[in-house]
C-alpha cells in the first residue's frame, strides 16, 4: 500500500529565505506526483505536478524535482514571502484511481 | 469557468441525523473524487465516480456512507446516522474525461461537517 510521508511536519523561516519541502513514498509505480497549497479553512490550490517521465517542472519561485527510482520529491521555495505560509501537501497518482496524500508542511514565513 | 463547487461550506449536525454533502464538478468534467480529512490528518480518498457509475468506493465506510453522480447535477455524499467520529473537512476534487490518469485533479473548497 502506496504511503506517502513528508518532512518536516512544520517549517518557520524568516522572510527572504530560499527553502526545501520534502516528501518520499514507498511505491514508485506512480502516474504523476502534485504539490498544493492548502490555506486554513480553505480548499487545496495545485502547484506543480510532475508526470512519472519528468524530473522537474518550475513554476515561478517554486520548482519541483521527482526521483522516481528513490522515492522521492522536493518542493523548492525561493526567496519566501509571508504570503507562502500555508500547508503545503504532496499527493502521488498510482495505478488506482485516487491520490495518496501526505500529512503536510505547515510552513511560516515571518516577516 | 466555474471551480468545482462544493454546498454547504459547513455543516452541523447532531449526533444520528443525515449529512448530505453536494459538490458540482468543474464545466466539461465528469470524474468526480471524494476525500475526507480527519482533523490534523492528511486526506484520505473515498470514492471516485462517473456519471451514474461509482467506479472506486475503496475507501469508503461500509456503513452508512453511500455515494452518487446522476446523469443530472450534482454529485451527492450521504451520511446517515452520523457520529461524532464523522466530523471533518470533505472535499471534492473533479477531473476531465480525457487522459483522466494524467490530469491534475482540481479541488473544491471543502464542507466541513461537525457533529454535536
Known amino acids: 500500500k502506496q504511503e506517502v510521508t513528508q518532512i518536516p511536519a512544520a517549517l518557520s523561516v524568516p522572510e527572504g529565505e530560499n527553502l526545501v519541502l520534502n516528501c518520499s513514498f514507498t511505491?514508485?509505480?506512480?502516474?504523476?506526483l502534485q504539490w498544493f497549497r492548502q490555506d486554513p479553512g480553505k480548499g487545496l490550490t495545485s502547484l506543480l505536478l510532475?508526470?512519472?517521465?519528468?524530473r522537474e517542472q518550475t513554476s515561478g519561485r517554486l520548482n519541483a524535482s521527482l526521483d522516481k527510482s528513490s522515492g522521492r520529491s522536493t518542493l523548492y521555495i525561493a526567496a519566501s514571502q509571508p504570503g507562502d505560509s500555508a500547508t503545503y501537501l504532496c499527493?502521488?497518482?498510482?495505478?488506482?484511481?485516487?491520490?495518496?496524500f501526505g500529512t503536510g508542511t505547515r510552513l511560516t514565513v515571518i516577516p | 469557468n466555474a471551480g468545482v463547487m462544493q454546498n454547504p461550506r459547513h455543516l452541523v449536525r447532531r449526533r444520528g441525523q443525515e449529512a448530505r454533502l453536494r459538490c458540482s464538478p468543474m464545466?466539461?468534467?465528469?470524474?468526480v473524487y471524494w476525500y475526507r480529512q480527519l482533523p490534523e490528518e492528511g486526506l484520505k480518498f473515498m470514492v471516485y465516480?462517473?456519471?451514474?457509475?461509482?467506479?472506486?468506493e475503496s475507501g469508503m465506510p461500509k456503513e452508512r456512507f453511500s455515494a452518487e453522480f446522476p446523469k443530472e447535477g450534482p454529485s451527492i455524499l450521504r451520511i446517515q446516522q452520523v457520529v461524532r467520529g464523522d466530523s471533518a473537512a470533505y472535499f471534492c476534487?473533479?477531473?476531465?474525461?480525457?487522459?483522466?490518469?494524467?490530469?491534475?485533479?482540481?479541488f473544491g473548497p471543502g464542507t466541513r461537517l461537525l457533529v454535536l
Open positions: 476534487a473533479s477531473s476531465p474525461v480525457r487522459q483522466a490518469n494524467q490530469e491534475t485533479q482540481y
Open positions: 511505491d514508485s509505480a506512480i502516474y504523476n
Open positions: 510532475i508526470q512519472s517521465s519528468q
Open positions: 499527493a502521488v497518482k498510482t495505478g488506482a484511481n485516487n491520490l495518496f
Open positions: 464545466k466539461g468534467h465528469s470524474h
Open positions: 465516480l462517473q456519471k451514474e457509475n461509482i467506479i472506486d
